[in-house]
C-alpha cells in the first residue's frame, strides 16, 4: 500500500511539475508580444527622430519633427497595443473572417462581401485631400514598421491571439483605415433593421396598436402609412426572424445596440471660472479590450489629445487647447430598403423608372477554413447592393419575384470622412470645425463643439434627399421602381441641424429628438432617446453655473427617470391595498416588494435590490402585454419600451387593450397583468437569487461584459481574458448600461460608456478622461484593465497636452530615429 501510494505521488508530482513547465512554456512566448516601451528603434519611414512618451496610464504623447512622422508614430503605437484588435476590424470590412473562424463567420462574410465596403474604401483613397493621403500613407508605415520588426525579431506573432489564429499579417494600407471607418458606420446604422420590424410588425397589427408598440417620439405628428400588406401583396406575417447580430463577431447590431451617446457643453457664462465645459461619453458594446484607445499628437498645428480607434490615425473625440469636439448618434436616417422587382422572363433583369436594366453582377469567393470555397454572386441595382432574404430579416418582408437592395450614404466610394475628421482634429475654433464636418459622409454623428468663446451643436453626415411623395416617408420598405421612393441625391450641408451659442448658454444631447421638422426635412422618424434628456434638463437646471465636477456628476448620473415614471402607472392599484398576508406566502413577498419599490427614488445603484425588482418586473410586464398578440415576434421587443408602457397604462387611443389576453375567456385589466407580471418575475429573481428580498444586489445582475470577442467564450480561457465588473446604471440612466435584455442573464451590461471625456477650458490641462478596460490589447500586460478598475469606481485621470507631465510620470520612452537608406548606384 505505501508502496503505491508513493508511485501515486510521484506521478501526480510529475503531472504538476509537466503543468507548470508547459504554462511557464506558454506564458514565455505568449509574453514574447508584450512591447518593451522603453525600447529604441531605427526605421525607414520617420524623416527625423520620433518619441512616444507613454505616462503612467499608457497613453502614448507622440512628438515629431512632422506631422507625417507623428502619424508614423500614432500607428507604431496603435500596432504595439492593438495589432489583433486592428487585424480584426480590417478581416471583418474585407468579408475575410471565415479564412479563421471557418462556418462560424461565412455569412458575415457575405453580408460584407454584398455591401462591398473594402473595395468602396480603396476607391475612396483618391478622394481625399493631400494631407489625408499622406496622413494615412505615413499612418499605414507606421503600422508596418511595427510587423516588421514582429517578423524581424520573433516577438510572440504580435499578439497571442495570433498563436491561437495562425495567420500572416498583411501589411497595412490607407484604404484600411478608411475601411475601419465605414464598419463602424455599418455598426451604428439601424434604420434598415427597424424599417422590416415596422413592416413585419404592421402585417400583425392594426395601425393604433402599432403607434402603440413601435411609438413615435412623444409630440411629433406623423402622417398615416399605407399598410405594408397593400404595397407588397403576398407577404405574410409570422416569418421566423434570420437575425445575423448574435455573434460578437458581427458588426451588425440590434437596433437596442445601433448606437448611443452622451454630450453636453456649457458657455463661458453658464461655467463657475468662465471658460466653457464640454463632456462626451459616447456608447458602444463593450469588448475587451474597448474599442477606444486614448493618445495624445503633437501636430504642427497644436497638440490634440483625446480618444481614438486603432487603425484610425485621427482624434476622434478630445480636444486641442483652444477646440473640444465630442459626438453622439444623430439618428439621421441614412438608409433605405428598396423591393426591386425581378423581371419574371429574365432573372438578371429589374424593373426600373424607364424599364428593365441588368444587374450589376460579379462573382466573390469566400475562402472558409477546413471546407471548400464558397462563391456567391454579388447583384447591384441603381439602388444598391442586392441583400439576401436571410440578411436583416428581409425574408420576411420581400415578396416573391422580388430581392431587396440597400441604399445607405455609407456606400460611397468618394467618401471623404477621413479628411473631415483630420480637419476637425486640426481646427481652431467652432466655425472651423463646422466648415470641417462639411466632407463627413457616415456614420451620421451630433457634433458637440466647444472653444473658449462659446459651444455649438453641428449635424455631420449626408442626409439624404427624398421626395415628399415618398411611398413609407423611408419608415417601412418600399418599392425602388417607383420614381417616388427613389433619392434624389443629398441634402446640401448647410440643412443640417445647427445650434450656435444658445441663448441659455447650454447644449446638451442624448440621442434625444434634435429638429421637429417635416419629412422629408425630418432627420429621422426613430430616436435613440426620450427619458435620459429630461434627467439632464433636470440635472442642468439646478444650477445657474456649472463646473467640471458637475458635469463628471452628471455623467455618472444613475437615477432612472423611466423608474419614476412608470412605477406609479403601474402600481397604482397595487400600493397600500388590501390586508396584509403571512410570511412566506406569494402575497407576502409581493408585498415587501412593493414597499421597497415605494421608498425607492429611482436610483439605479449596484448595491440595491429595487433596481432589480423594477428591471424584472418591466420585462415580465411588457412580455404579458405583448405576447398573445404577437407571437413569435415579441422576440424582437427585447428591452421594455417606456412610451409603450405609459400608452398602455394611461389607455393612450384605447391602448389599455393590450391588457386584456386574448386567449383567455375573462376580461384582464392592467391592474391584473401589472399584478401578474410581478409576482412571475419574483419568482424568477427567487430562483436565481435566494429567497432573501434584501440580499439582491442589481450589480450581481448588471455585470459590465467586457468580453474577449474571439477568446471570450473559450473554456478556462475566459477567465483570463474577459473583464466583468458589477455596475450601477440601466437603459435609461445618464450613465447608461444597457442590458442584454436576452436570457438566461437579461440584464447584462452590455453596452455603455467606453470612453468618458470632460474638458475645462477655464483649466484645459484639469481635463479628464477614462477607458472601460486598458489601453493594451495583450490580456497578460497590466494595461490590459488598469483603467477599468477606474472607470468602474467612476474615476478619472488627468488629460493634460503638458509634455513635461507626460515625461514625468511616463512608464517608458520609445525612440525612433530614422534609417539611413543608401543611395542606387
Known amino acids: 500500500m505505501l508502496t503505491a501510494f508513493r508511485w501515486l505521488l510521484r506521478i501526480f508530482t510529475g503531472l504538476v511539475l509537466l503543468v507548470l513547465m508547459a504554462l511557464a512554456v506558454a506564458y514565455f512566448f505568449l509574453s514574447r508580444s508584450l512591447p518593451d516601451y522603453s525600447e529604441s528603434f531605427t526605421l ?33 503605437a496603435h500596432a504595439q497595443d492593438r495589432l489583433w484588435q486592428m487585424t480584426m476590424l480590417r478581416r471583418t470590412a474585407q468579408g475575410r473572417l471565415s479564412e479563421i473562424f471557418g462556418d462560424r463567420t461565412l455569412r458575415i462574410d457575405e453580408l460584407l462581401r454584398r455591401l462591398d465596403l473594402y473595395n468602396l474604401s480603396i476607391r475612396s483613397v483618391e478622394a481625399q485631400d493631400a494631407p489625408t493621403r499622406t496622413a494615412l500613407d505615413a499612418y499605414a508605415r507606421g503600422v508596418n514598421a511595427w510587423i516588421g520588426e514582429v517578423n524581424a525579431r520573433a516577438r510572440g506573432r504580435g ?136 493618445a495624445r499628437l503633437e501636430l504642427q498645428s497644436g497638440g490634440v489629445i483625446g480618444g481614438t480607434i486603432p487603425g484610425i490615425p485621427a482624434i476622434l473625440v478630445g480636444r486641442s487647447d483652444r477646440l473640444g469636439w465630442a459626438l453622439t448618434s444623430s439618428y439621421l436616417d441614412d438608409q433605405d430598403v428598396m423591393i426591386e422587382e425581378i423581371n419574371p422572363d429574365n432573372p438578371e433583369e429589374y424593373r426600373t423608372p424607364s424599364g428593365w436594366a441588368g444587374f450589376e453582377t460579379r462573382r466573390s469567393i469566400i475562402t472558409v477554413k477546413d471546407r471548400d470555397p464558397v462563391t456567391i454572386t454579388l447583384r447591384w441595382t441603381e439602388n444598391g447592393p442586392v441583400l439576401p432574404g436571410s440578411h436583416f430579416d428581409l425574408g420576411t418582408i420581400t415578396p416573391q419575384g422580388h430581392v431587396a437592395a440597400l441604399a445607405w450614404t455609407a456606400l460611397s466610394d468618394a467618401d471623404t470622412s477621413m479628411t473631415s475628421a483630420l480637419r476637425l482634429m486640426q481646427a481652431q475654433d467652432i466655425p472651423g470645425a463646422i466648415e470641417a464636418g462639411r466632407l463627413y459622409i457616415a456614420p451620421a454623428q451630433n457634433l458637440m463643439l466647444a472653444d473658449r468663446d462659446g459651444v455649438a ?97 452628471a455623467q455618472l448620473d444613475t437615477v432612472s427617470p423611466i423608474a419614476r415614471a412608470a412605477l406609479p402607472l403601474i402600481g397604482a392599484d397595487l400600493w397600500f391595498t388590501g390586508e396584509p398576508a403571512p410570511d412566506g406566502t406569494p402575497e407576502r413577498f409581493r408585498q415587501q416588494a412593493l414597499e421597497l419599490l415605494a421608498e425607492w427614488n429611482g436610483e439605479m445603484n449596484e448595491h440595491l435590490p ?65 399584478r401578474m407580471a410581478l409576482d412571475e418575475a419574483l419568482i424568477r429573481l427567487r430562483e436565481t437569487y435566494g429567497p432573501t428580498m434584501a440580499s439582491w444586489r442589481w450589480g450581481d445582475a448588471h455585470q459590465a461584459t467586457h468580453d474577449h470577442p474571439v477568446l471570450g467564450e473559450v473554456p478556462l480561457l475566459r477567465y483570463f481574458v474577459n473583464i466583468r465588473q458589477s455596475t450601477s446604471g440601466g437603459d435609461s440612466t445618464l450613465m447608461r448600461g444597457r442590458t442584454s435584455g436576452t436570457e438566461p442573464e437579461p440584464f447584462l451590461n452590455v453596452h455603455g460608456a467606453g470612453y468618458r471625456g470632460v474638458y475645462d477650458f477655464a483649466d484645459p490641462d484639469s481635463s479628464v478622461f477614462i477607458l472601460s478596460t486598458g489601453q493594451s490589447g495583450h490580456p497578460l500586460s497590466r494595461h490590459y484593465d488598469d483603467l477599468g478598475v477606474l472607470w468602474r469606481r467612476g474615476e478619472y485621470i488627468m488629460m493634460s497636452l503638458d509634455p513635461e507631465l507626460a515625461r514625468a510620470a511616463a512608464v517608458g520612452i520609445t525612440r525612433i530615429t530614422p534609417r539611413q537608406v543608401a543611395p542606387a548606384p
Open 44 to 76: 525607414e519611414g520617420v524623416t527625423a527622430p520620433v518619441e512616444i512618451v507613454r505616462n503612467n496610464a499608457n497613453v502614448p504623447h507622440i512628438f515629431g519633427a512632422t506631422d507625417e512622422d507623428v502619424y508614423y508614430a500614432l500607428g507604431f
Open 159 to 294: 499578439a497571442p491571439e495570433m498563436f491561437f489564429f495562425s495567420s500572416d499579417i498583411a501589411a497595412w494600407q490607407p484604404a484600411d483605415s478608411i475601411a475601419v471607418i465605414k464598419l463602424m458606420a455599418l455598426q451604428l446604422s439601424a434604420h434598415v433593421g427597424t424599417e422590416v420590424l415596422r413592416a413585419r410588425t404592421s402585417l400583425l397589427l392594426p395601425d393604433a396598436r402599432l403607434r402603440d408598440i413601435l411609438p413615435d417620439d412623444p409630440g411629433q405628428a406623423i402622417t398615416a402609412l399605407p399598410d405594408y400588406s397593400d404595397l407588397m401583396p403576398g407577404v405574410l406575417p409570422g416569418q421566423p426572424s434570420t437575425r445575423l447580430a448574435g455573434d460578437p463577431l458581427s458588426p451588425v447590431k440590434d437596433r437596442a445596440f445601433a448606437g448611443a451617446s452622451n454630450a453636453w457643453a456649457a458657455a463661458p457664462e453658464r461655467s463657475a471660472a468662465s471658460g466653457s465645459l464640454l463632456a462626451n461619453d459616447p456608447h458602444l458594446g463593450f469588448t475587451a479590450p474597448a474599442i477606444w484607445y486614448l
Open 457 to 553: 451643436l453641428q449635424l455631420i453626415g449626408a442626409m439624404p434627399a427624398r421626395d415628399s411623395g415618398h411611398q413609407t416617408q423611408g419608415r417601412m420598405p418600399s418599392l425602388g421602381a417607383l420614381p417616388e421612393n427613389r433619392w434624389l441625391g443629398r441634402m446640401d450641408y448647410d440643412r443640417n441641424f445647427r445650434v450656435v451659442n444658445p441663448g441659455t448658454g447650454l447644449l446638451g444631447n442624448t440621442n434625444n429628438k434634435t429638429v421637429d421638422r417635416p419629412f422629408p426635412d425630418h432627420v429621422s422618424f426613430e430616436w435613440g432617446d426620450t427619458h435620459r434628456i429630461r434627467r439632464w434638463l433636470n440635472l442642468m437646471q439646478t444650477r445657474e453655473v456649472h463646473t467640471r465636477e458637475s458635469f463628471i456628476e
Open 610 to 674: 429595487e433596481p432589480l425588482i423594477y428591471s424584472a418586473w418591466l420585462r415580465a410586464l411588457q412580455n404579458r402585454l405583448i405576447r398573445d398578440e404577437m407571437g413569435p415576434l415579441a422576440d424582437e421587443f427585447t428591452h421594455p419600451d417606456p412610451v409603450f408602457i405609459e400608452r398602455v397604462f394611461r389607455d393612450t387611443e384605447g391602448a389599455a387593450k393590450w391588457c386584456d389576453v386574448i386567449q383567455s375567456a375573462e376580461i384582464e385589466t392592467c391592474t391584473d397583468i401589472a
